[in-house]
T-cell receptor, first 115, second 110 residues
Framework: EAGVTQSPTHLIKTRGQQATLRCSPISGHTSVYWYQQALGLGLQFLLW???????NRGNFPPRFSGRQFPNYSSELNVNALELEDSALYLC??????????????FGNGTRLTVT | GNSVTQMEGPVTLSEEAFLTINCTYT??????LFWYVQYPGEGLQLLLK?????DKGSNKGFEATYRKETTSFHLEKGSVQVSDSAVYFC?????????FGEGTQLTVNP
């Protein structure tokens, strides 16, 4: 079974630019989650998509947005990049209707560097 | 709201030492509890889980028991190896929302 795949692996942008990060979930998973991991620790929840809809959002400004496509893959867009947006962005996928609760499966992340 | 508190790191041990990483949680209802591990340069991997009180999750020599009375899910391993060096995250799911602790950096020296 192929795992969660993220692209690109690394992304370098300058302040004010836009970044687009992509995620393909495990086959059959309908939920996609995005997390920001800065400074090597501490995951901050960004967004949760399921069945094409945004289900929940973390405490991030509106310039962080995304979408989920009919094939359940997802994009995270970050507009008007700021230096503090430099981080590892992790995508995870899961089922949400399994009992017991299905854990999240993570990709290896996209390292975004803003200069 | 839900929250997870982990012992602060970093933790440095010698090979074959005993490991405990403390984790306590606050949640409404009956959350499922998880430990994830992140090796350098990689994403998070599920290490073990427990879905109800008194369940013990175990994997690769690691164990954790879901203690509802103390709202804890401490991670233990009897004899750590250099290859266990990683960041460990305690997490819970309640209402389909996954909440992570801050992570604990573990370094095991030969």
């Amino acid at each position: 079974e192929a795992g969660v795949t993220q692209s690109p692996t690394h992304l370098i942008k300058t302040r004010g630019q836009q970044a687009t990060l992509r995620c393909s979930p495990i086959s059959g998973h309908t939920s996609v989650y995005w997390y920001q991991q800065a400074l090597g620790l501490g995951l901050q929840f960004l967004l949760w998509y399921d069945e094409g809809e945004e289900r929940n959002r973390g405490n991030f400004p509106p310039r962080f947005s995304g979408r989920q496509f009919p094939n359940y893959s997802s994009e995270l867009n970050v507009n008007a990049l700021e230096l503090e947006d430099s981080a590892l962005y992790l995508c995870a996928s899961s089922y949400i209707d399994r009992v017991p609760v299905s854990p999240l499966h993570f990709g290896n992340g996209t390292r975004l560097t803003v200069t | 709201g839900n929250s997870v508190t982990q012992m602060e790191g970093p933790v440095t041990l010698s090979e074959e030492a005993f490991l405990t990483i403390n984790c306590t949680y606050t949640a409404t209802g009956y959350p499922s509890l998880f430990w994830y591990v992140q090796y350098p340069g990689e994403g998070l991997q599920l290490l073990l889980k427990a879905t109800k009180a008194d369940d013990k999750g175990s994997n690769k020599g690691f164990e954790a028991t879901y203690r509802k009375e103390t709202t804890s899910f401490h991670l233990e391993k009897g004899s750590v190896q250099v290859s266990d060096s990683a960041v460990y995250f305690c997490a819970l799911i309640s209402g389909s929302r996954l909440t992570f602790g801050e992570g604990t950096q573990l370094t095991v020296n030969p």
